[in-house]
């Protein structure tokens, strides 16, 4: 579910021909040996491509238009090994419309101290020619990354790697196809928002269905299918009868294993890649998609609750960005539940009705049944853990009328304090940045919503470059914020996006 194209990105590097092909020759050489020493770091989660030096201004705007027409290539990473006349490169970078990394290196680490002359200087002159390439992108707003470096640092790498991930967000954002078998749940606010608008914005189709036309499709799965799935869980989680028949207990399960399989089916022959459900709209399906919706989420499906279809979306999109990593520890929706205000060890507890993606479990992972306090269907099965400790950023994109604005949150997630036995739901516990009082008083006057989108794998960083090449408007809460500043920060918000 999670597989994307097989992307990669073209490494470009800029130079002109009044230097002589005996320089071009090494300019070339340089700029292959870098391509294939980044490749070989394992640290880029894509590969790079390398591309003839881009002498001139015919060069340049037909390799743009061929970066654009590849549907394998997911941004550009341009480089001035020298001077490179930027003029030259304004009819193509005018073309470009995929994702544009400058990347400011130089081959050699260390100035040459002994043999330097100005055969040398002219050769590595990236500092004074990637200025002249900066400027011209910067005159012509437009959105580019700059990482500077020498190469071979792996942090260096890693900013790149990073940001690769981020282009291929910004690439499969037009992807994005979220199925909604319900509207927004009446009277609420912050879940609505302008999907036309979405769509113009972030490429993402919204789209409504009878609810009734899935449940068939969940009535359609057979019960060997689905007695199958039920014995994957009960070989998978712990079962946590509490009291319930046990028999009885397996038909609850079993209803969400034929939901799961339902759901998947209609959303793969419709190729949704994010669902949207709701409490109060559940038609013929005989449970909330709990347990179900948990497990479409871990395997990469977005999911927003209520019909909060921007949620829904945004976790697909986070998903799609940290596919594929190592040591990923797991991206959900979540919901700001209830506080503990404990002096000292404050910080939001976060749960939902049902449906966190268990991507984000730390330890063991058990079944319970318990009733839902809304909507008037049976007990949904559920899956139940609590999460993992570390830092991680909480998201939350809201539609202000007028615009778009993301709100981005660093946040720490810890161990609950003691175990919550008759709480039959799936938690998180955090203290937001730069800590629970000005976090909290931040996240109100953004605006931000109680559901987020929330993960332990993407950075603020790369949200706000997701939503820079969005064109809309992003805020950031984080050990830096201070209420003065951030609601400066949202006035110029107002005046720049309006
Ligand atoms: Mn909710």
Same mark, same amino acid.
């Given at each position: 579910?999670?597989?994307?194209?097989?992307?990669?990105?073209?490494?470009?590097t800029?130079?002109?021909?009044?230097?002589?092909?005996?320089?071009?020759?090494?300019?070339?050489?340089?700029?292959k040996q870098?391509?294939?020493?980044?490749?070989?770091?394992?640290?880029?989660?894509?590969?790079?491509?390398?591309?003839?030096?881009?002498?001139?201004?015919?060069?340049?705007?037909k390799t743009?238009?061929?970066?654009?027409?590849?549907?394998?290539?997911?941004?550009?990473?341009?480089?001035?090994?020298?001077?490179?006349?930027?003029?030259?490169?304004?009819?193509?970078?005018?073309?470009?419309?995929?994702?544009?990394? *400058?990347?400011?290196?130089?081959?050699?680490?260390?100035?040459?101290?002994?043999?330097?002359?100005?055969?040398?200087?002219?050769?590595?002159?990236?500092? *004074?020619?990637?200025?002249?390439y900066?400027?011209?992108?910067?005159?012509?707003?437009?959105?580019?990354?700059?990482?500077?470096? *020498?190469?071979?640092?792996?942090?260096?790498?890693g900013?790149i790697?990073?940001?690769?991930?981020?282009?291929?967000?910004?690439?499969?954002?037009?992807?994005?196809?979220?199925?909604?078998?319900?509207?927004?749940?009446?009277?609420?606010?912050?879940?609505?928002?302008?999907?036309?608008?979405?769509?113009?914005?972030?490429?993402?189709?919204?789209?409504?269905?009878?609810?009734?036309?899935?449940?068939?499709a969940?009535?359609?799965v057979?019960?060997?299918?689905?007695?199958?799935?039920?014995?994957?869980?009960y070989?998978?989680?712990?079962?946590?009868?509490?009291?319930?028949?046990?028999?009885?207990?397996?038909? *609850?399960?079993?209803?969400?294993?034929?939901?799961?399989?339902?759901?998947?089916?209609?959303?793969?022959?419709?190729?949704?890649?994010?669902?949207?459900?709701?409490?109060?709209?559940?038609g013929?399906?005989?449970?909330l998609?709990?347990?179900?919706?948990?497990?479409l989420?871990?395997?990469?499906?977005?999911?927003?609750?209520?019909?909060?279809?921007?949620?829904? &979306?945004?976790?697909?999109?986070?998903?799609?960005?940290?596919?594929?990593?190592?040591?990923?520890?797991?991206?959900?929706?979540?919901?700001?539940?209830?506080?503990?205000?404990?002096?000292?060890?404050?910080?939001?507890?976060?749960?939902?009705?049902?449906?966190?993606?268990?991507?984000?479990?730390?330890?063991?992972?058990?079944?319970?049944?318990?009733p839902?306090?809304?909507?008037?269907?049976?007990?949904?099965?559920?899956?139940? +853990?609590?999460?993992?400790?570390?830092?991680?950023?909480?998201?939350?994109?809201?539609?202000?009328?007028?615009?778009?604005?993301?709100?981005?949150?660093?946040?720490?997630?810890?161990?609950?304090?003691?175990?919550?036995?008759?709480?039959?739901?799936?938690?998180? +516990?955090?203290t937001?940045?730069?800590?629970?009082?000005?976090?909290?008083?931040?996240?109100?006057?953004?605006?931000?919503?109680?559901?987020?989108? +929330?993960?332990?794998?993407?950075?603020?960083?790369?949200?706000?470059?997701w939503?820079?090449?969005?064109?809309?408007? &992003?805020?950031?809460?984080?050990?830096?914020?201070?209420?003065?500043?951030?609601k400066?920060d949202?006035?110029?918000?107002?005046?720049?996006?309006?």
């Open positions: 579910m999670l597989q994307t194209k097989n992307y990669k990105f073209w490494f470009c800029g130079s002109q021909d009044l230097y002589g092909d005996e320089c071009l020759a090494k300019v070339a050489q340089h700029s870098i391509v294939e020493e980044l490749n070989k770091t394992g640290i880029l989660p894509y590969e790079l491509v390398w591309k003839p030096t881009l002498i001139t201004n015919e060069l340049i705007r743009f238009n061929e970066a654009n027409a590849d549907e394998e290539c997911a941004g550009v990473i341009t480089w001035m090994h020298t001077f490179s006349p930027a003029k030259s490169w304004i009819l193509g970078l005018q073309e470009y419309r995929k994702p544009l990394m *400058h990347f400011h290196t130089q081959f050699n680490e260390e100035i040459p101290y002994d043999s330097i002359d100005m055969d040398f200087m002219n050769e590595n002159q990236s500092a *004074h020619g990637d200025r002249e900066g400027h011209i992108v910067s005159r012509m707003r437009i959105e580019r990354k700059v990482v500077v470096g *020498h190469w071979s640092d792996p942090v260096v790498v900013k790697a990073s940001w690769m991930r981020t282009a291929v967000g910004i690439m499969e954002s037009s992807h994005i196809r979220v199925m909604r078998v319900a509207d927004n749940m009446r009277n609420v606010a912050v879940t609505e928002g302008d999907k036309v608008e979405a769509q113009i914005k972030f490429g993402w189709e919204v789209d409504a269905y009878p609810v009734n036309e899935i449940a068939e969940v009535a359609a057979s019960e060997a299918d689905t007695n199958t799935l039920v014995e994957e869980y070989s998978k989680y712990d079962i946590l009868l509490e009291g319930r028949d046990e028999g009885e207990f397996r038909k *609850h399960v079993a209803v969400q294993a034929q939901i799961e399989l339902g759901f998947e089916r209609f959303l793969e022959e419709k190729n949704y890649q994010a669902i949207v459900t709701h409490f109060g709209d559940l013929a399906l005989k449970q998609p709990g347990l179900a919706i948990q497990r989420m871990e395997k990469g499906y977005g999911f927003g609750a209520e019909g909060d279809w921007k949620v829904a &979306a945004m976790v697909r999109l986070m998903k799609i960005m940290t596919a594929g990593m190592k040591d990923a520890k797991g991206t959900s929706m979540l919901e700001d539940y209830t506080y503990n205000l404990v002096k000292g060890k404050e910080g939001i507890l976060e749960a939902h009705m049902l449906e966190i993606c268990p991507s984000i479990a730390d330890g063991p992972i058990s079944i319970k049944c318990q839902l306090s809304m909507g008037d269907r049976e007990d949904p099965a559920r899956l139940v +853990f609590t999460s993992k400790e570390g830092s991680g950023i909480a998201t939350s994109l809201i539609d202000l009328g007028n615009r778009f604005r993301l709100i981005i949150n660093d946040v720490d997630c810890k161990k609950n304090e003691k175990a919550m036995p008759k709480l039959p739901v799936a938690t998180n +516990f955090w937001p940045q730069p800590d629970m009082y000005t976090g909290a008083e931040a996240w109100i006057l953004a605006g931000g919503a109680h559901h987020t989108a +929330f993960s332990y794998d993407v950075t603020a960083e790369q949200m706000g470059d939503a820079a090449a969005m064109g809309i408007e &992003a805020v950031y809460i984080d050990k830096d914020t201070k209420i003065r500043d951030f400066r949202l006035m110029l918000g107002e005046v720049f996006y309006r």
